[in-house]
């Protein structure tokens, strides 16, 4: 399914904002009876450069994955910073924020694509590329620049 715009069909993350990433963390890791993945502060040091609506932003976000047996499910939660994340949280609630794909060493070229498509980028750091498929798909689409 390589001709496919997204030169993939296969989803490898569903991400939720949520304002309390530990509870979440927590609760779901008692629902499933496993062990709580650590949770991060990304970019905590400013080493990946993000844009956010065209604007440089440092981009931090509290997060957690669970490696499930078909996907990752990702835990975010926003900080103060601009972000696709602060901006969802605020409008929505808590939620379903995006599905992921992988688009190893193609993530900008299929971002280009999607706009093409109709699916705007809204923000990108160095490995990943979010665009606007929300009005059509009711969900942000994220590529990932990941094996």
Same mark, same amino acid.
């Given at each position: *399914?390589?001709?496919?715009? $997204?030169?993939?069909? $296969?989803?490898?993350? =569903?991400?939720?904002?949520?304002?309390?990433?530990?509870?979440?963390?927590?609760?779901?890791?008692?629902?499933?009876?496993? +062990?709580? +993945?650590?949770?991060? *502060?990304?970019?905590?040091?400013?080493?990946?450069? =993000?844009?956010?609506?065209?604007?440089?932003?440092?981009?931090? =976000?509290?997060?957690?994955?669970?490696?499930?047996?078909?996907? =990752? $499910?990702?835990?975010?939660? +926003?900080? #103060?910073?601009?972000?696709?994340?602060? #901006?969802?949280? #605020?409008?929505?609630? +808590?939620?379903?924020?995006?599905? %992921?794909?992988?688009?190893?060493?193609? *993530? *900008? #070229?299929?971002? %280009?694509?999607?706009?093409?498509?109709?699916?705007?980028?809204?923000?990108?750091?160095?490995?990943? %590329?979010?665009?606007?498929?929300?009005?059509?798909?009711?969900?942000?689409?994220?590529?990932?620049?990941?094996?």
């Amino acid at each position: *399914m390589a001709n496919t715009i $997204l030169g993939t069909t $296969l989803i490898c993350q =569903v991400a939720i904002v949520v304002r309390d990433v530990e509870k979440a963390t927590r609760r779901f890791a008692e629902l499933l009876k496993v +062990p709580e +993945p650590t949770i991060i *502060m990304a970019n905590d040091d400013g080493s990946d450069t =993000v844009t956010y609506r065209g604007e440089s932003t440092q981009g931090r =976000v509290r997060l957690s994955f669970f490696n499930l047996e078909n996907t =990752v $499910l990702e835990f975010i939660e +926003p900080t #103060e910073d601009p972000s696709t994340w602060k #901006e969802f949280l #605020e409008t929505n609630g +808590p939620g379903v924020h995006h599905i %992921a794909f992988k688009a190893k060493d193609r *993530m *900008m #070229e299929t971002a %280009a694509k999607l706009e093409e498509f109709g699916f705007p980028l809204i923000q990108n750091g160095d490995k990943y %590329a979010y665009v606007d498929s929300v009005d059509d798909l009711g969900v942000i689409i994220e590529l990932l620049d990941i094996d």
